[in-house]
């Protein structure tokens, strides 16, 4: 019987993936007086994702589980102390300066708080205890990366909560329960947060403040609607270049759409999809609980990010500041997924493990 290699598969995938972000960096910054900068940063964080990613596919998942408890406070520490000794981009505290590289925490520690949430969420009993732990794992995560603050990713780290707990045999009425707490909490940000309210005006009625709150949405409108159906070709993204903000990390599949229109960005979803199928084979594959959630979470967490970042390109969502995984500008999105990936292949492996 011949069995179909999805792990290469996904590793395939992301190369694609990869390389069709950086036709697409190349695209969006076409006009900028220096074209290839972000393009060529983006080729070598690829290059590097790619050695990362078989690098973590080969070092074995035990090694993994025996060392997050170093490894998790590791990453929290660098999460927390962006706060003091970061810098400020856009209003936000979230990234260390290293000369002519940035470095974003928020990112990096995508993938070991989800494995942190499936190695040890899981280990407190069933019903409400395990809940009440993995809400509580979640919640000393999310609470630097809120006060940097970065609403986005919050958002990101809180759905990956979700779908281990989920996946991990969680039921409904606590995540209900759950909802209807948060209520005075988003109240309370709105009230205190002017610039979250601004977000939602603008978004909801973008024509009161077309240079304010409503430019963003504004400009996505725009874009989209100078690709319509089969787009303006390929290198004459001229809206996205003069216009759009961040057109190559936050506004990249809007973007895209302008060069192929609907019918060029369709791929886009359809070969995302593909990759979470290809994660959810590859889970389903393995026989371990533990390797099977993160397999299966990590995949769905991609899934996502990229659903929240398109949804927010097509005018769906408010703003969210998100890059869209893998074709995104950005290093540490890029090397975070790829490692993230990594660790996955290695826990879809077959390892023979001494019985506890």
């Known amino acids: 019987m011949v069995h179909f290699n999805w792990a290469l598969v996904v590793a395939g995938l992301l190369f694609l993936l990869g390389l069709w972000g950086c036709m697409a960096i190349y695209n969006a910054t076409l006009m900028n007086a220096a074209p290839f900068y972000f393009v060529g940063r983006q080729f070598f964080w690829l290059l590097l994702g790619l050695v990362l990613l078989v690098g973590c596919a080969r070092v074995p998942f035990r090694w993994y589980r025996s ?64 809940f ?29 909560f979700l779908i281990v707990y ?3 045999g969680g039921v409904f009425w606590p995540l209900a329960g ?24 603008g978004f909801l009625t973008p024509l009161a403040d077309p240079g304010g709150s409503g430019w963003h949405v504004l400009q996505f409108q725009y874009t989209l609607a100078r690709g319509g159906f089969s787009g303006m070709s390929w290198g004459k993204a001229v809206w ?45 594959l393995t026989e371990n609980r533990e390797r099977r959630i993160y397999v299966a979470a990590f995949g769905c967490l991609v899934a996502v990010q990229a659903l929240l970042h398109i949804s927010v390109n097509v005018t769906i969502f408010p703003p969210t500041g998100l890059t869209l995984p ?31």
């Open 178 to 201: 759950l909802a209807a707490a948060l209520v005075p909490g988003v109240i309370y940000l709105l009230a205190t947060r002017p610039y979250i309210m601004r977000r939602f005006e």
């Open 67 to 130: 060392q997050m408890k170093f490894l998790a406070p590791v990453m929290f520490l660098f999460l927390i102390t962006v706060l003091p000794l970061g810098i400020q981009v856009n209003g936000m505290r979230g990234w260390y300066s290293l000369g002519h590289f940035m470095i974003q925490p928020s990112e990096l520690a995508k993938p070991f708080f989800l494995l942190t949430l499936c190695l040890w969420g899981g280990h407190f009993g069933d019903g409400l205890k395990r």
């Open 240 to 284: 996205a270049n003069c216009y759009l903000p961040l057109p190559h990390s936050d506004s990249v599949f809007a973007s895209i759409t302008e060069s192929l229109g609907v019918a060029g960005a369709m791929p886009i979803i359809f070969i995302f999809g593909l990759l979470v199928f290809a994660f959810v084979k590859l889970a389903l």
């Open 132 to 160: 009440g732990t993995m809400l509580g794992i979640t919640l000393v995560w999310l609470v630097p990366v809120i006060l940097q603050p970065d609403f986005g990713t919050a958002t990101v780290y809180l759905a990956g």
């Open 326 to 356: 893998i074709l995104s500008y950005g290093g540490s999105s890029l090397i975070a997924t790829m490692i993230g990936a990594g660790i996955a292949l290695s826990a879809a492996k077959p390892e023979s493990e001494p019985k506890p």
């Open 166 to 168: 989920w996946l991990s």
